[in-house]
């Protein structure tokens, strides 16, 4: 892991340094090439591990890590080593890294990001293993299929980084990454209204039947008061969550709510 982590940003700087002039791009790419491992090596890594064991598996990994250090060492060029102008001990670099407060935001959110990513996924992966999911090696890989999206929307950053600048993309990715994470937060959750069904199957109702002309006037539902007139107080929000289970069931529901949190 701290080999593969220091090849990663010696990578990063080896492009920075050699694509001044669409660096964002660059990027862009090398992390596009990234998350594409990412998914095509966890799906054949639950499939590797399913036929031979996790502990083979790893040896397979680690051949793989060394054809890519061999190809890396044939098609990179070495640059040439800018001259030391003083020794010192080996932090103080790191102490001057540090002394400049946008290193230290650009760390901090860095650190973030690495750490919900992980956290989330090994929460993921507990949760899908164990009762009543039990679900297989070979299924929870394609769990990763949720990296897909990103192999087009990098690329994209890259683009609008370009464009904008890092410091507005930045505030745009992180956005969407907070929008992502109210729905992840509220769909860990029940949706807890008592009277969620009764919404639910209003707005599915007057979503079927047009939306203003199939608001109830009398109660449809209960069975003492049957055909009596009622006031829908929440017609709008019953035809958004109807809409919402049109287009994506329960699951689309669930976003929607965490959406309006």
């Not at 919900?116 to 993921?124: E, K, M, R, S």
Request: charged share 10%.
């Amino acid at each position: 892991g701290l080999f593969m982590a220091a090849a990663f940003t010696l990578t990063l700087a080896h492009l920075a340094e050699r694509c001044a002039v669409r660096t964002a791009n660059a990027l862009a790419a090398y992390v596009t090439g990234v998350v594409a491992s990412n998914l095509i090596g966890r799906m054949t890594a639950a499939y590797v591990a399913s036929l031979i064991g996790a502990e083979q598996s790893f040896l397979f990994f680690a051949l793989l890590n060394l054809a890519g250090a061999a190809l890396v060492m044939a098609t990179l060029h070495s640059n040439t080593p800018e001259p030391i102008a003083r020794m010192g001990r080996f932090w103080a670099p790191w102490l001057e890294q540090l002394a400049d407060p946008a290193l230290r935001r650009t760390f901090a959110i860095g650190f973030l990001i690495l750490f919900g990513f992980i956290g989330v996924f090994t929460y993921v992966g507990f949760v899908l293993m164990r009762p009543p999911h039990a679900l297989s090696m070979t299924a929870l890989g394609l769990v990763f299929l949720v990296f897909l999206p990103s192999m087009i929307t990098t690329p994209l950053a890259g683009t609008v980084t370009r464009s904008t600048g890092p410091g507005p993309a930045c505030s745009i990715s992180l956005s969407v990454a907070l929008f992502g994470l109210i729905g992840l937060r509220i769909g860990l959750d029940q949706l807890s209204d008592n009277s969620g069904f009764t919404h639910l199957a209003t707005g599915i109702r007057m979503v079927a039947h047009g939306v203003l002309p199939a608001i109830p006037r009398v109660d449809p539902y209960t069975f003492t008061a049957h055909g009596k007139a009622w006031v829908v107080q929440s017609w709008l929000a019953e035809a958004g969550v109807g809409w919402a289970y049109r287009l994506g069931g329960q699951h689309a529901v669930t976003l929607l709510c965490g959406a309006t949190v």
